[in-house]
């Protein structure tokens, strides 16, 4: 998803919402805490993306 986002902004085609930028403030904060997903919390959420 990363590589898309970024894709998108070379291109002048990607403008993150709002509450897009909040989720990514809010999960850079976590890291910046320490925080980190666990192995399963990993597995999980890419077994619901869409592939």
Known sequence: ???????????????ASDEEL???DAAAATLDAGEQATDDKIRTAFA????
Do not use: G
């Not at 619901?48 to 592939?51: Q, T």
């Open 48 to 51: 619901k993306a869409p592939c």
């Open 1 to 15: 998803m990363a590589r898309e986002i970024e894709s998108e902004l070379q291109a002048n085609r990607y403008h």
């Open 22 to 24: 909040r989720i990514i």
